[in-house]
């Protein structure tokens, strides 16, 4: 999917230089109730991320033009509230990265498990959900 949607749920935006991959992300949160938003291509990625609010940023760390952890930094730049997971098939490349890492909320190797990859994201949601329901003031007329 190519360009942005309603954002009636949590937003997902899948960054991968692989359409097939970006495929198999799409059928895995197909049954979440989050919109899932793909590109192919990291500067759009971040455009995106600067106009629309995106909460979880899934992001491949090897791709031309840009790597995820790149893609990462400059994301945490315009959007810190934007939780950031990178997918990779050398983990031993990022874990060496320790800025990377600091900045990452996830490192998930590939092939990736698919219940335990939905699982993070619904921690993620579920710990975001909660930081703003306990940053709102209580509600109520004060009796």
């Not at 009636?8 to 991959?21: E, G, I, M, T, Y």
Request: aromatic residues 2%; glycine residues 4%; hydrophobic residues 35%.
């Amino acid at each position: 999917m190519e360009s942005p949607v309603p954002e009636s749920r949590p937003v997902v935006l899948c960054v991968d230089d692989d359409p097939a991959v970006l495929r198999s992300l799409h059928r895995l949160f197909r049954e979440e109730p989050v919109e899932v938003l793909s590109t192919l291509k990291p500067e759009l990625a971040l455009k995106w991320i600067g106009e629309h609010e995106v909460d979880v940023l899934l992001t491949d760390q090897r791709m031309p033009g840009m790597s995820g952890t790149s893609l990462v930094e400059e994301a945490r730049k315009c959007s810190p509230r934007t939780s950031c997971v990178l997918l990779t098939a050398y983990p031993h490349e990022v874990t060496l990265m320790t800025r990377a890492l600091q900045e990452a909320d996830g490192l998930i190797s590939k092939p990736w498990d698919g219940p335990m990859l939905r699982s993070t994201v619904r921690q993620i949601l579920r710990e975001r959900d909660l930081e703003e329901r306990e940053a709102q003031p209580p509600s109520g007329d004060g009796r």
